[in-house]
């Protein structure tokens, strides 16, 4: 017969110590797990680069009604991106995704999330939105 003054026992599982690398697909369109800041800075500034450079192109080449449309399905796909992006650097920083929200307030909203997402190094360890990605 079980002691009924005896403590509760529950099983303990380990902590998260490492995780997967994210694919480049995973690294753009999902909104789960984490990132560093040389993941987030490169493919910000690849996404730009390449947005930017496509645009110039295409404005070449392209009639201007086409190429607002093409530019439409195009800024979509880069803002997705960046969400993406941004959602996994503040899960680095053990925080909600929703923080993206910040940056709508005026000046400061974008200063403190440039601060938060692009310079302040990301939790050590694992958090609960994964192990750590450095």
Known sequence: MENPYAAPTATITAPITSSAPLTWKQILFSFEGRIPRRIFWGYTLLSMGIGWGAFFVM???LPQ???FALGAIA???ILW????LSAKRW???DKA???ILIAFIPIVGGIWSFVECGCLRGTEGANKYGGDPT
Do not use: F, P
Request: glycine fraction near 6%; hydrophobic fraction near 65%; avoid cysteine.
């Open 59 to 61: 404005s070449l080449i």
């Open 65 to 67: 009604m086409l190429l």
């Open 75 to 77: 800024y979509i796909a």
């Open 81 to 84: 991106a960046g969400l993406a």
């Open 91 to 93: 899960h680095d920083r």
């Open 97 to 99: 995704a929703t923080w």
